[in-house]
């Protein structure tokens, strides 16, 4: 892990792109500061980029209780977000793409 800071505030996403310019490794995580990574949250994220690299691979969202971390809710729709050329996206469950 290495940690990079700017001298000044540069706002989250121009330090994303700043960090993910800068990444050597085969694969790039960005996690906010409100999220809880679950037991073995690899693996899956991984082996999806493993079967197709030109994938952005996003981990399911949960409800978390605000006071002990605990995740409240499971993720109960799609398991793929679906993105199109507009830049909308949904939550589905297969694509009618090749990724």
């Not at 073995?40 to 605000?66: G, Q």
């Not at 006071?67 to 409240?72: A, F, L, N």
Request: aromatic fraction near 10%; charge should be negative.
């Amino acid at each position: 892990t290495k940690v990079l800071r700017h001298d000044e505030p540069q706002g989250l996403i121009r330090s994303k792109k700043h960090g993910g310019d800068l990444a050597l490794g085969d694969a790039v995580v960005f996690l906010d500061c409100h999220v809880r990574p679950m037991e073995a949250w690899t693996e899956s994220i991984v082996a999806h980029l493993r079967e197709n690299p030109r994938r952005v691979v996003v981990p399911a969202i949960t409800t978390l209780d605000p006071d002990t971390w605990e995740e409240v809710s499971s993720f109960v729709v799609g398991t793929k977000m679906c993105m199109t050329w507009n830049a909308d996206f949904t939550w589905c469950n297969e694509f009618p793409g090749p990724y």
